[in-house]
C-alpha cells in the first residue's frame, strides 16, 4: 500500500478525534460571532458535535483492527470504550454547564472550547502506546482542566483551585516525563510494548517470577516507573498525590468538578492500564518450566500498598467533610483506591497450579475488565451523584450537608435519585456500583498475594455506607418543616432531573441487566 | 432432586408482584393518601393471596426437594442465573412474611408523614424478604438480602421515634458489615467450585452438591486454600455465619436489635422481629449447614464448631432472659425477649437432629406470630398513653379488658404454655439438644423460668393492682386493631394445638438436612 493511500485509511480510523475538534473550533467560531451575548447556542452546537461523535465512536467498534495509526496510535476496542466513556461524560457535562446557574453571569464563551479540548487531549490519551503522543494527550487534558477550574472568576476559591491545580500539576508532569526519559534511556524504546519486554528481561528474568535481579540497569528502570507512576497517581488523585483534590474539587465549578472527577479520571485509567499491560504484564515463555510468567508480583505489591493507602484515606477523610462537593472529592478518591486495586490485580497476574503442583502466574485481563467495567459503573453513579449536587446548588443554594436538611421531601425525584446514587457508591445491590465492586473483589481474590485487598475493600465499603448516608439522613431524616433553604428561580429544575433520572436508571439498569456491558467489557485487549 | 420447572412462575409472581404495586403508588399523586393505601393493601394482598394458594394447595407435602422451581440466566459469563424454588424450610417463611406485610400495611393505616414513600419503601421490603426465602442462587439471595437494607433503614430513620437517626444508622452499618462477610464468602465459594473458570456456578443446588462431596473425591471444593491454620470451608463458614448471625441476632452481635426495635414505628418493629429475625437462622440453615456440613459434624460426632453454636444459643436464652427482666420500657422487654427466643432456634440447628431442627423451625415460624402480637399490643397501648413505662401502668384489665385477654394470649404463647404455639418450638429445641448438649440444655432452662417470671411480672403490673383513674377513657381495641390482631392470635392457638399444619410441611426436607450434615 502506498502512503497515500495508507494515510487515507488512517484518517478514516481517527474520524471521532477530528469530529471532536472540529468541534472545539465551531464552539470557538460560534462564540466569537454571537460575541458572547448567548452561550447558550454555542453549548447546544457543542452539544451536537458531541452526540455525532458518540455516535461514530459507537459505529467504529466493529471495525476496529486493533492495528496502528499514523504509527502511534492504536485502533481498538479498549480505546474506543474509553472514547465512549469519556465522550459521553462530556455531554453530560456539557449540559449540566448550560444548566449550572454559577455560569449565568460570568460570561463563559471560550469555556465550552476548552471543554472540547481537553477531551480531545483524553482520546488520545487512551489510545496510544507510545510515550510522547501519551504526554502530549496528558497535558492537553491537564492544561485545559488547570483553565477550566478558574473559570468562575469572581470567586477566589475557583482562582485559587486554578493555582493550586496548575502548580501541582506541572510538578507530576515534570515528575513523570523524567521517569518517561529514564525508561527511553535505559530500554531504548518510546513503544510500550518494547518497554514491556525490556523491563521483562531486566526485573523479572527469574523462573517463575520469583528471584530477580536488581543491577543499576534494572534499578534505571524501576526508578522510571515509579516516577511515571507519581505523574499518574496525580491524575487519578492516588494518596500520596491527592492533595489538590478536595480544594480543587470544592473550589471549581461544579461541572468542571464533575468533569474531572468523572471524564479525567476515566481517561486517566485507560492510560494507566494502557501502560502496565505494556509494561508489566507481557508475557515471556520461560524455557524450563514451559509455561508463561505474566505480571509482575513487586510491580503489584507497589500498586496494591498504594491502593490501600489510598481507599483508606480517601474514606476516613470523607466522613470528616461537610461540604457536598468536597465529600465527593474524597470519596472519588476513595474509588481511585478501588480501581487501582483492580490494577494492581491485573499487574499480578492470575495464580495458577500446573502439573507438578507448583504455583505459577497465569495472565488475566480480568483485573483490566473489573477496572473497565467499575468505570462505566463509577461514570454513571458519580456523574449523577454530581448533576444532583448541582441541582440542589442551583435549586436550594445549598452546598453542605447541614444546609440539605429537609430537601428529600421538597425535590424527591432528585434526591430519590441521590439515594440510588450513593447506593451504588456504596457498592449495595441492585445497582451497577455493587457490580463492579463485585467483579473487583472477584479479581483481586484470584490474584497471587492479594486477597487481604479484597477484605480491605470490603471494609472500606463499611466505612463509606457512614458519610453516603450520612447525606440521605440529612435529606430525608430532617422534616419538610426544618428546611432552612429556599427556593430560587431559573434553576433549571426540570432539565436537570432529567439527567439525573437518566443517570438513576443506568445505575440501576446496568446492575440488574449486566450481560451487555458485562460482554462489551469482556471484548476489550489492553 | 429438583422437580419440573414451574410454568406458572407462582414465585416470580409472590415475589415481584409488590413491584407492580410501587410502581402505581409512585404515579399516584401526593395528596391521595386513601389511594395510596388502597394500592398498598392490595399489593401485599395478592402475594398473601398467592402464597396461601402456594402454600395449601400447589406444595406437595412429603417431598423434601426444591419446588415450584424456575430458573433461566442471568449473566451468562458468570454463570448467574435467576433461580428460585421453595422447599419445607423455606415456604412456612413466604406464607409468614406475606401476612405479616399485609397485617402492616393496615396497622400503619394513621401514618401522616410521607405516606406515599413509607408505603413503597413497605412493598420493596416485601419483595427483598420474599426474594431472599426463595432465591437457589446465592448472586440472587445476596441482591435481595441487601435490598432489604435500604427500605428499613428510611423506615425506621424517618418514621421512627426520638433516637431514630442513631437506630437506623446502627442497624444498617451492623447489618452491611455482616453483608460483606457473606460476599467475600460468596466470592471465595464461586471461584473455588472449580479449576474451570467455564463450571464455576452461584447456584446453591450446585454448592450444596460440592459442599457435600468428601475432600479428595472428584466434584469437591477445586482449590482450598488454608489460612491462618483454618480451612477454605471454615473461613467461609464463619464468615457466612457472621453475617447471619448478626440478622438473627446472635450474642454478642444483637445490640443493634433493642435500639431499632425501640425507635421503629409499630408496624416495623412487627415486620423486623417477625420475619426479619428468620432470615438469619433460615440462611444458617440454607447456607451454613447445607453447603459446609462438615464443619459442624465430622467422624461421627459434634465438632467444637456445632458445640460453640450451641453455647451461644444457651447465652442468647439465659442472657437474652434476665435483660428482659431488667427492662422497664414494655417494647424493650419484647425486643430482649426475642433474643433470648432466637436462642432456641440456634440451641435447635446445633442439635443437628430431627426434633433439634423441628423445633428451630417451629420457633422461627411461631416466634414470627407471637412477637408481632406483642409488638402490636404495645404499639396499642402506647397509641393511647403516648409512654410505654411498665411501672406507670396498672389496672388496665379493668378499662380495657377485651385488650388484657388478647394480651394474655401473646404473652403466654411468647411464654411457651403448653397450648399454646411458642411451647412446641421451644420443647422440641430442647428436647433434640439434650441428646447432644445435656449441661448446656440445663443451664437453658434457666432462660424458661426466666422468661416466664418476667413476662408474669409484666401482667401483673401493667393489668392488675388499682385501676388507675387517667386510663379511665381508653377506648377498648378498636376495629382496625382486630383486625391486625385477629390473626395471629388464632396462629398462636391454631400452631399450638394442630402444629401439624407447619410439621407436615417441613418434615421432609429436615429429615433431608439431618440426612445431610449427621450421615449414617
Keep these: 500500500m502506498d502512503w497515500l493511500a495508507q494515510t487515507n485509511a488512517d484518517v478514516g480510523r481517527i474520524w471521532p478525534e477530528i469530529i471532536l475538534s472540529v468541534t472545539a473550533l465551531v464552539a470557538l467560531l460560534s462564540d466569537l460571532l454571537l460575541k458572547g451575548r448567548d452561550t447558550r447556542v454555542t453549548g447546544w452546537v457543542t452539544t451536537l458535535g458531541v452526540v455525532f461523535t458518540i455516535y461514530w465512536i459507537a459505529r467504529s467498534f466493529a471495525g476496529a483492527h486493533g492495528g496502528h495509526v499514523f504509527g502511534m496510535m492504536l485502533d481498538d476496542r479498549f480505546a474506543l470504550f474509553f472514547k465512549l466513556l469519556i465522550a459521553s461524560g462530556l455531554l453530560v457535562v456539557t449540559l449540566l454547564s448550560m444548566w449550572f446557574r454559577g455560569f449565568d453571569h460570568d460570561g463563559i464563551g471560550e469555556y465550552y472550547s476548552i471543554l472540547v479540548t481537553a477531551a480531545v487531549g483524553a482520546f488520545f ?19 485545559s482542566s488547570y483553565v477550566l477550574a478558574g473559570f468562575l472568576k469572581r470567586d477566589i476559591r475557583s482562582t485559587e483551585a486554578a493555582v493550586k491545580y496548575l502548580v501541582f500539576g506541572v510538578l507530576a508532569s515534570g515528575a513523570m516525563l523524567f521517569g518517561f526519559s529514564l525508561l527511553y534511556g535505559f530500554t531504548g524504546s518510546v513503544r510500550l510494548p518494547e518497554i514491556g519486554s525490556a523491563v521483562q528481561r531486566l526485573l523479572l528474568s527469574g523462573a517463575h517470577g520469583k528471584d530477580f535481579h536488581l ?39 461544579t461541572p468542571v468538578t464533575t468533569f474531572l472527577s468523572v471524564v479525567s479520571k476515566t481517561a486517566s485509567f485507560g492510560m494507566i492500564l494502557r501502560f502496565f499491560g505494556g509494561v508489566a504484564a507481557t508475557t515471556t515463555v520461560v524455557p524450563d518450566a514451559g509455561h508463561a510468567v505474566v505480571g509482575s508480583p513487586a510491580l503489584a505489591a507497589v500498586l496494591a500498598a498504594i491502593a490501600a493507602m489510598t481507599m483508606t484515606f480517601g474514606n476516613v477523610a470523607a466522613m470528616l467533610q461537610e461540604n457536598a462537593k468536597r465529600l465527593l472529592a474524597y470519596s472519588s478518591i476513595a474509588h481511585a483506591g478501588y480501581m487501582l486495586a483492580g490494577v494492581a490485580a491485573f499487574v499480578a497476574g492470575a495464580d495458577a497450579i500446573d502439573a507438578h503442583g507448583d504455583h505459577y502466574n497465569v495472565a488475566s485481563l480480568t483485573g483490566a475488565h473489573a477496572v473497565a467495567f467499575y468505570l462505566a459503573a463509577y461514570f454513571m453513579m458519580n456523574l449523577g451523584a454530581f448533576a444532583v449536587v448541582t441541582y440542589l446548588s442551583n435549586r436550594w443554594g445549598a452546598e453542605t450537608v447541614g444546609g440539605w436538611a429537609g430537601l428529600g421531601w421538597k425535590s424527591p425525584v432528585a434526591c430519590g435519585a441521590l439515594a440510588v446514587f450513593l ?5 449495595i445491590p441492585p445497582t451497577a456500583g455493587f457490580v463492579g465492586k463485585w467483579y473487583l473483589l472477584q479479581a483481586i481474590w484470584t490474584a497471587p498475594a492479594l486477597q487481604w485487598l479484597a477484605v ?50 443506568g445505575t440501576l439498569w446496568f446492575g440488574l441487566s449486566l450481560s451487555w456491558l458485562m460482554n462489551l467489557v469482556q471484548s476489550l485487549h489492553v | 432432586m429438583i422437580e419440573t420447572m414451574d410454568s406458572t412462575h407462582l414465585l416470580s409472581w409472590i415475589t415481584l408482584s409488590p413491584l407492580i404495586g410501587m410502581v402505581a403508588i409512585l404515579l399516584t399523586p401526593r395528596a391521595k393518601t386513601d389511594v395510596i ?48 424454588g421453595v422447599d419445607g424450610l423455606s415456604a412456612p417463611l413466604v406464607l409468614l412474611n406475606c401476612l405479616l406485610l399485609f397485617v402492616a400495611v393496615f396497622s400503619s393505616w394513621n401514618v401522616e408523614k410521607g405516606v406515599k414513600g413509607y408505603f413503597v419503601l413497605l412493598l420493596l421490603l416485601e419483595v427483598g424478604i420474599n426474594g431472599v426465602f426463595v432465591s437457589l442462587d446465592l448472586f440472587l439471595f445476596y441482591v435481595y438480602w441487601e435490598l432489604m437494607l435500604l427500605p428499613m433503614y428510611f423506615l425506621i430513620g424517618i418514621w421512627g421515634g426520638p433516637r431514630r437517626e442513631y437506630a437506623a444508622i446502627k442497624f444498617f452499618l451492623y447489618t452491611l458489615a455482616g453483608s460483606v462477610l457473606i460476599l467475600i464468602a460468596m466470592v471465595a465459594m464461586y471461584l ?76 416495623i418493629s412487627v415486620i423486623l422481629a417477625g420475619i426479619l429475625l428468620k432470615l438469619g437462622g433460615y440462611g444458617l440453615m440454607r447456607v451454613n449447614m447445607t453447603v459446609f456440613p462438615d464443619v459442624m459434624w465430622q467422624n461421627g460426632t459434634t465438632t467444637v464448631w456445632a458445640t460453640g453454636l450451641a453455647v451461644l444459643g444457651t447465652i442468647n436464652i439465659v442472657y437474652g432472659a434476665f435483660v428482659a427482666m431488667a427492662q422497664t420500657d414494655f417494647k424493650k422487654l419484647v425486643a430482649y425477649s426475642s433474643v433470648a427466643h432466637m436462642g432456641f432456634v440456634l440451641l435447635g440447628l446445633a442439635a443437628m437432629n430431627p426434633q433439634g431442627l423441628s423445633g428451630a423451625n417451629l420457633t422461627l415460624f ?23 413505662e411498665i411501672a406507670k401502668f396498672g389496672g388496665l384489665a379493668s378499662h380495657m379488658p377485651v385488650y388484657a385477654s388478647l394480651a394474655f394470649l401473646g404473652i403466654f404463647t411468647s411464654l411457651g404454655l403448653p397450648g399454646l404455639a411458642g411451647f412446641w418450638g421451644e420443647v422440641l429445641a430442647l428436647l433434640g439438644a439434650w441428646e447432644r448438649y445435656p449441661i448446656l440444655t440445663a443451664i437453658s432452662t434457666i432462660g424458661l423460668i426466666v422468661t416466664a417470671a418476667f413476662f408474669l411480672m409484666t401482667i401483673r403490673r401493667v393489668f392488675f393492682g388499682p385501676a388507675q383513674e387517667k386510663y379511665r377513657g381508653f377506648p377498648d381495641v378498636t376495629l382496625r386493631e382486630w383486625t391486625c390482631l385477629a390473626p395471629f392470635g388464632a396462629l398462636c392457638v391454631i400452631a399450638g394445638v394442630f402444629p401439624a399444619f407447619l410439621l407436615n410441611w417441613m418434615g421432609p426436607s429436615i429429615q433431608s438436612l439431618v440426612q445431610i450434615i449427621t450421615p449414617k
Aim: include cysteine; hydrophobic fraction near 50%; charge should be neutral.
Design chain 2, 366 to 388: 411461631n416466634h414470627g406470630t407471637s412477637s408481632a402480637m406483642l409488638f402490636l399490643l404495645v404499639g396499642v397501648i402506647y397509641d393511647r398513653a403516648h409512654h410505654r
Design chain 1, 215 to 253: 543491577d543499576a540497569t534494572g534499578m534505571g528502570v524501576a526508578v522510571g516507573v515509579i516516577l511515571s507512576l507519581a505523574g499518574f497517581g496525580f491524575k487519578v488523585a492516588a494518596f500520596p498525590f491527592h492533595f489538590w483534590s478536595p480544594d480543587v474539587y470544592e473550589g471549581a465549578p
Design chain 2, 192 to 267: 473455588s467450585s472449580s479449576d474451570d473458570p467455564a463450571q464455576r456456578t452461584f447456584s446453591l443446588v450446585k454448592l450444596a452438591q460440592i459442599g457435600q462431596t468428601p475432600i479428595g473425591k472428584p466434584g469437591c471444593w477445586a482449590s482450598l486454600p488454608m489460612l491462618f491454620g483454618m480451612t477454605f470451608q471454615h473461613w467461609c463458614f464463619l464468615f457466612m455465619f457472621i453475617g447471619f448471625a448478626i440478622k438473627v441476632p446472635v450474642f454478642p452481635f444483637h445490640t443493634w436489635l433493642p435500639d431499632a426495635h425501640v425507635e421503629a414505628p409499630t408496624a
Design chain 1, 456 to 505: 480491605l475493600l470490603v471494609l472500606n465499603s463499611i466505612v463509606s455506607l457512614f458519610y453516603y448516608f450520612r447525606m440521605a439522613k440529612s435529606l430525608f431524616f430532617k422534616g419538610e418543616e426544618e428546611a432552612t433553604a429556599s427556593p430560587r428561580k431559573h434553576a433549571y429544575a426540570f432539565e436537570l432531573s432529567t439527567i439525573v433520572v437518566a443517570l438513576a436508571v
Design chain 1, 423 to 427: 447506593l451504588s457508591l456504596t457498592g
Design chain 2, 37 to 84: 393505601k388502597t394500592l398498598a393493601a392490595a399489593f401485599t394482598g395478592i402475594p398473601l393471596v398467592l402464597a396461601a394458594w402456594m402454600y395449601f394447595a400447589k406444595f406437595q407435602v412429603g417431598t423434601a426437594g426444591y419446588q415450584l422451581y424456575e430458573v433461566f440466566d442471568w449473566v451468562k459469563t458468570f454463570h448467574i442465573q435467576y433461580q428460585v
Design chain 1, 125 to 143: 490519551l487512551v489510545s496510544t502506546d507510545h510515550l510522547l503522543l501519551l504526554f502530549l494527550g496528558l497535558e492537553t487534558l491537564s492544561i
